[in-house]
């Protein structure tokens, strides 16, 4: 399975953008980029999802690079209510049981 | 709308009951997915059900069994629980495969402690 490495931990102040690095140098041609979060105490919540176009949405934006090794999720303007633990996953086009998790990174946001 | 719910939301076992975790979605959902999260970790998936009588095994089924009599119905049972089962268990659901999804809606969890 393609795995994906990203961060343990990083920090953003209030009000300000957040990069979130995801690598995934093994991906495959069919395989799509999610992203979910996990607040405290919640299931995780889905944020965006894309495949080669950067993609945004009322969440937030992905920025996928042009050879799909990499992408970085964006949070325009971080809030409090931001920090959770964010999650980059690949998943095929056509297996929909394939939702592997791993241990994401932290992000604290500081007021 | 409710979304995915998990019933119970708290539970504590000895070591050798028996409990049924129910999760119910009412999205018309076809794929529902149990995991567990254990403290520090990402969550791994136990079993899924691609539809209506279907189940099959994840990545940890050891321990555990379910069923999916009803759609929007998938049940997750521990026969003999152990300390080891200690953990969160979260239930999904989503759609049927499409070439764009809109991904998984989780439930809130489970949290339940074997003594």
């Known amino acids: 399975d393609a795995k994906t490495t990203q961060p343990n931990s990083m920090e953003s102040n209030e009000e300000e953008p957040v990069h979130l690095p995801c690598n995934h140098s093994t991906i495959s041609g069919t395989d799509y980029i999610h992203w979910y979060r996990q607040l405290p105490s919640q299931g995780p919540e889905y944020v965006i999802h894309?495949?080669?176009s950067n993609v945004n949405n009322r969440m937030a934006s992905l920025a996928i690079a042009e050879d799909r090794k990499s992408s970085t999720l964006i949070l325009h303007r971080a809030t409090l209510r931001d920090a959770a633990v964010y999650y980059c996953?690949?998943?095929?086009?056509?297996?929909?049981?394939?939702?592997?998790f791993g241990a994401g990174t932290r992000l604290t946001v500081k007021p | 709308n409710a979304g995915v719910t998990q019933t119970p939301k708290f539970r504590v076992l000895k070591t050798g009951q028996s409990m049924t975790l129910l999760c119910a979605q009412d999205?018309?959902?076809?794929?529902m997915y149990w995991y567990r999260q254990d403290p520090g970790m990402g969550l791994r998936l136990i079993h899924y059900?691609?539809?209506?009588?279907?189940?099959a095994k994840g990545e940890v089924p050891d321990g555990y069994n379910v069923s999916r009599l009803k759609k929007q119905n998938f049940l997750l049972g521990l026969e003999s629980a152990a300390p080891s089962q200690t953990s969160v268990y979260f239930c999904?659901?989503?759609?049927?495969?499409?070439?764009?999804?809109?991904?998984?809606?989780f439930g809130s969890g489970t949290r339940l402690t074997v003594v």
């Open positions: 999904a659901s989503s759609y049927l495969n499409s070439g764009w999804d809109y991904g998984y809606t």
């Open positions: 894309g495949l080669t």
């Open positions: 059900s691609v539809g209506e009588g279907t189940t």
């Open positions: 996953i690949l998943r095929g086009s056509y297996n929909n049981n394939d939702m592997r």
């Open positions: 999205m018309n959902h076809e794929y």
